[in-house]
């Protein structure tokens, strides 16, 4: 069974929604920004054509069935802020991995925590995931203590995993089970 997702997600502050051409203005201030993709594995995108390419990408990867590509927007005017997304999704082990950006004028204010929740919590619902992990750089620290918050266990590192931008970099590994999501993590 593919990932997917029926319907909007919603809480006060921000729907998680497939992406749309629409959206492409909005995430280019995100993925545009080399702050805000300083530890993502691509370049900041240089224009509308950067953006255009990347939902074409995107679209690629969910037609296979084994990724899910959302924005993060905002419930009072519907601009996007930022994106998530599942992908490496194993139906036969029910995991996928997470992936995650936050236009950088939205750090600190609790969005991304909000909209991880919310994936998170249906994630592990209605989506039928028993486990998801994510692969950080290890000198994110924002992304270390927001999945240290969320619940996630810190399992190891693995190095020299990535070349991005030129770089070798270690990721350190982070997982989630259903069970312990239930339990009260988050």
Known sequence: MPLTLAAPL???RLVIR?????????????NGDPQATRYLPY???KGIDDARAWLERMRGLEAGGNALQ???????????IGTLLLFLYDAGS???ELGYVLRRDHWGGGWMREALV???THAFGAMGLRRIEASVNPANEASHGLLLRLGFEREGVRRE??????ETEDSAVYGLLAREWRAGSG
């Open 94 to 96: 029910a995991r996928a």
């Open 10 to 12: 919603a809480t006060p």
């Open 70 to 80: 959302l924005v993060v927007a905002r419930a009072d005017d519907g601009r996007a």
């Open 118 to 120: 919310t994936l998170i």
């Open 43 to 45: 370049e900041p995108w």
């Open 161 to 166: 995993r990535w070349i991005s931008k030129g």
């Open 18 to 30: 497939a992406v749309a051409p629409g959206d492409l203005e909005d995430l280019l201030a995100v």
